[in-house]
């Protein structure tokens, strides 16, 4: 994510600089999954860690395998199908 982020500002810092046009970027519908997947795991661990004591038992580990495994199964469908 950091890459993405520092590549994306530096490529895109430079590009508004020396063009004077603003840099456009293409949010495909992978990435919209991803991001919003992804969010939902951060938020959903945010709140589960605390109200667990700090502890993360063997099945949350697995819960968040397999919550992975949906988001990039979801991505592969998108994809392979064409949503648009």
Same mark, same amino acid.
């Given at each position: ?25 293409? %949010?495909?519908?992978?990435? *919209? /999954? ?7 795991? *951060? *938020?959903?661990?945010?709140?589960? /860690? ?13 819960? *968040? ?11 592969? /469908?998108?994809?392979?199908?064409? %949503?648009?």
């Amino acid at each position: 994510m950091l890459n993405m982020l520092l590549g994306v500002g530096i490529s895109g810092s430079y590009v508004i600089h020396t063009t004077g046009k603003p840099y456009e970027l293409h %949010f495909s519908n992978t990435l *919209l /999954v991803s991001t919003v997947g992804l969010l939902a795991l *951060l *938020l959903t661990t945010l709140i589960f /860690v605390p109200l667990n004591g700090y502890f993360l038992p063997r099945k949350w580990g697995v819960f *968040l395998i397999c919550f992975y495994v949906v988001i990039m199964t979801i991505n592969v /469908v998108v994809e392979v199908l064409g %949503f648009d």
